[in-house]
């Protein structure tokens, strides 16, 4: 049974920085997806990040790309999203996700069957 663990949430002001960290437990195959995402009030979840365990390739959603990075710690199962030049609208709790049926990174939702239990990033004016 896959297990995510999510950490790192908080408040800061616009222009702050906040470091999201997901671990997983539980993989049995070293191929694997990971995945950030978002979901603000009265919004639906949006991916903003994802990280495929081969040659830690990563993908960002057009709103974060430039501001936040996506990297991981292989001997951990571990990855950070560290989230730079925060914006209002980066308001939103944030999921972190897993598969490791593809290959690849898959950009739906449905498509990933291990989720964490979310943080809370809030971002003032």
């Known amino acids: 049974q896959v297990q995510l663990a999510e950490s790192g949430g908080g408040s800061v002001q616009a222009g702050g920085s906040l470091r999201l960290s997901c671990v997983a437990s539980?993989?049995?195959?070293?191929?694997?997806?990971m995945a950030w995402f978002r979901q603000a009030p009265g919004k639906e979840r949006e991916v903003v990040a994802r990280?495929?365990?081969?040659?830690?390739?990563?993908s960002y959603s057009d709103s974060v790309r430039g501001r936040f990075t996506l990297s991981q710690d292989n001997g951990k199962n571990l990855v950070y999203l560290q989230m730079s030049s925060l914006k209002p609208e980066d308001t939103a709790m944030y999921y972190c996700?897993?598969?490791?049926?593809?290959?690849?990174?898959?950009?739906?939702?449905?498509?990933?069957?291990?989720w964490g239990q979310g943080t809370q990033v809030t971002v003032s004016s």
């Open positions: 996700a897993a598969d490791d049926r593809w290959i690849g990174c898959p950009t739906v939702e449905a498509n990933f069957r291990y």
């Open positions: 539980g993989f049995t195959d070293s191929d694997y997806c």
């Open positions: 990280l495929y365990s081969v040659g830690s390739t990563t």
